[in-house]
């Protein structure tokens, strides 16, 4: 069929009216003038390349939060890696040392005797989780296409965008144009593949389809040790088997990756264990994937029924249709949250992406910053779906069996940097997976609780996995923090604020009960102080001067416990529930230990004033900083002293960092409201040594926390909403003088969008969910508001006076 410009406009209307996209690498609007929506925002956010990628962090991610899937854009050979995020090594097992509980006073003891290395070698030898490591994410398999007629290639690029999630190729061969487009769809839960060519473009023509230029040989790979690949029926190949054993634990998963092939024209022939098709029109690969994971504790599922099922429905329905429900579900989000930080200068707009990474520190491109934070906001949505697992280490995307620290769950700061965009980028449903797990984990911890402690409630340490393990693992230096659940919890927390819905308080208030409920009985008094102190903690993974890191009442666990203790008071007033324990954790909270100003003018990191003795004075953590983010129990506005101590660890510590930690600093800068500064980070973060060309967050290697910290601290920069108060442009850098943002989200269930110029809030719009009062600033001026459901107020700037409009 051959489209004229005018049937391919009503045809791209009618895509757009469905939910569909149409694809075409045409540039509509010419260099140096991006397309606007009607809004008025920049265009879709695209990433795109001029070369097939030729190392995995060049490959672009794909995923619907189950699935994930990493397409090279190869165009002689091609490889689609993929991931089904329950599967990992090993199986349901008891990990918990039965020696704790009785090696546990004289931790303590040795403890708060000043003998830290004693007492960090004796909870190695009896309190640490058997075996001492936990499971690894693994990969499934690859699909490789093996193209029989392409050799020299010419126009190459391949891209994806955003805003569809769809992942698309394109190039001439030997006078064919090829096509190729790939998704991955949280409708039908499958990886939806077309191949198809046409004759070059025309002036008249957006496509001629050329038949017949299709042949290709088509396979599944897989790493894994005790898959196999058979035919399945007359069009289709089934990779199947079981996972492999990790540390001494049985594996007990069986996993099913099963591909349909069906072609337009042309000839297919399966051939064992691969599948040859010569002489097609067109091609389209559907694929689906399961493994017999049911829960942490149930392994009883059936991968090859699951997959059967998902691809004869997807095979029932045309790619338009498949295609349209996959992009309307991926838009229902991802359209929430608008961004525009300025124009880039057209020039740098114009190159590939990983060009335009490197030389973001040259300045010029705000448009990349702006992609930047996309790009994290379409991450989550591809790695947390309402019934996911939720995003690990490396989101979804794992091409490794033994991955770097498994990529799992460390929960000591990386789990929670992950959802920290969630809310106020208004992603509030990719929460619902963390929600999960955390009662998962509660039933794991209230085990680890008594045997190990002897104590109620739940407790977790500073990794899980899918078996949901909660007993510290890699030793006592690195493990033995009993905070890892508490800190989770805060992510369900703002979840509450954020959407202030009685009922899901009501669901989650036992979690945060038994998590209390846990530091209220295990909590012991420091001899030498007498405030109410962890013992054993660590502050996570850094040394203090002592030959150790084990310690007593590191100032990241007592801010925690503030916050925790603060919440079931809070949560029990709002619910009626509970006095008596409100009034106990009122009591104990009153009772733990103050931040501390250190010799240095800093904040301390542990209850002794350590911090400049330490053997490591850059270290990649600033535990003893979450009092600033992502709590504020510490600010500019309230405790000015705090703040400035604070922000003296800060300059100690030092700018560089691993990629999660320069995203922490960045989010930390923007808390202190110093624009400039939180730029420069940013700076940091978005270049060759913390970004992967793909924008992969680079540890290195390759972790997710640091895309999903980045995206939150440009959210930081632009908004934040903390301690009743919603301040617009706190952290705005000269860098982007003029802009824009609609669709983000604030504390007290409201919404709010914001424009400004020059450097100057122009209008600001607070619309109110559910109704309620609201104080919103700016600069050094004030406002307040009372709204009620569903109504919105107006705000501007008059002689620097924050006024409504």
Known sequence: MRLS???????????????????????AGGAGAPPTHATGMAAPPTLWYARPAT???????????????????????????????????????????????????????????????????????????????????????D??????????????????????????????????????????????????????AGRPLDPDAWWNPAPGRIS???????????????????????????????SGVEGKLRFALRLRVLPTGGSLAVRRDRIEVRGADEVLLLLSAATSHKRFDDVSGDPQAITLAQLDAATAKPWQSLLGAHVAAHRALFDRVAIDLGRSDPAIAALPTDVRVARFAEGRDPELAALYHQFGRYLLISSS??????????????????????????????????????????LHECVEPLERMLFELADKGAHVARTMYGAPGWVAHHNTDLWRQAAPIDGAQWGLWPMGGAWLLQQLWDRWDYGRDPAYLRKVYPLFKGAAAF?????????????LVTAPSISPENRHPFGAALCAGPSLDAQLLRDL?????????????????????????????????????????????????????????????????????????DTPALAAAARRSLELRGDEATGWGTAWRLNLWARLREGEHAYRVLRMLLSPQRTYPNLFDAHP?????????????????????WGGTIFLLPALPSAWPNGAARGLRVRNAAGIDLRWRAGRLEQATLCSDKGGDYEVACGASTARVRLQPGATALFTLHDDRLVRA
Request: aromatic letters at 8%.
């Open 55 to 141: 190392q995995w962090v060049e490959a672009l991610p794909l995923g619907n939060g189950r699935l994930g899937a990493m397409v090279w854009g190869g165009a002689r050979n091609e490889r689609i890696q993929f991931n089904e995020d329950t599967l990992y090594a090993g199986g349901p097992h008891e990990s918990t040392p039965t020696t704790a509980a009785a090696a546990l006073p004289q931790v303590r003891e040795l403890l708060f005797a000043g003998r830290y290395a004693e007492a960090e070698a004796l909870a190695n030898a009896t309190m640490m989780a058997t075996p001492n490591k936990q499971m690894p994410y693994q990969p499934l398999g």
């Open 216 to 246: 290709l040989r088509i396979r599944l790979d897989s790493d894994q040790p005790h898959a196999q690949v058979d035919a399945d029926g007359d069009n289709g190949l089934l990779l199947h088997g079981r996972n492999d054993a990790a």
């Open 5 to 27: 410009r005018r049937e391919l406009l009503k045809t791209t209307a009618a895509l757009a009216a469905t939910g569909g996209v149409g694809v075409a690498f045409a540039d």
């Open 385 to 426: 779906r309402a019934g996911s697992q939720p995003a690990n280490l490396q989101g979804i995307w794992n091409d490794l069996l033994a991955p770097p620290w498994e990529s799992k769950y460390t929960i000591n700061i990386n789990t929670e940097m992950n959802y920290w965009p969630a809310e106020s980028n208004a």
């Open 519 to 531: 530091f209220a009985a295990t909590l012991v008094e420091d001899p030498g102080t007498g405030s």
């Open 565 to 637: 203790f603060g919440q079931c008071i809070d949560a029990s007033r709002l619910l009626g529930v509970d006095a008596d324990f409100a009034n106990r954790l009122s009591a104990l909270r009153g009772r733990l230990p103050p931040h501390r100003i250190g010799k240095a003018g800093q904040l301390q990191e542990w209850q002794q004033d350590w911090d400049m003795d330490a053997p490591e004075p850059h270290h990649r953590h600033v535990s003893h900083l979450y009092a600033l983010h992502p709590s504020a129990q510490v600010n500019v506005r």
């Open 143 to 196: 699909l490789v296409l093996d193209f029989l007629e392409i050799s020299e290639t010419n126009g190459y690029r391949r891209e994806l965008d955003l805003a569809t999630a769809v992942a698309t190729s394109a190039f001439d061969a030997r006078g064919t144009r090829h096509l190729r487009e790939a998704f991955v769809s949280p409708t039908d839960q499958c990886v939806v593949v077309r191949l198809s």
């Open 701 to 721: 290697p390759f972790q997710i926390d640091g895309n999903f910290g980045g995206t939150a601290g440009i959210t930081e920069m632009l908004v934040q909403s």
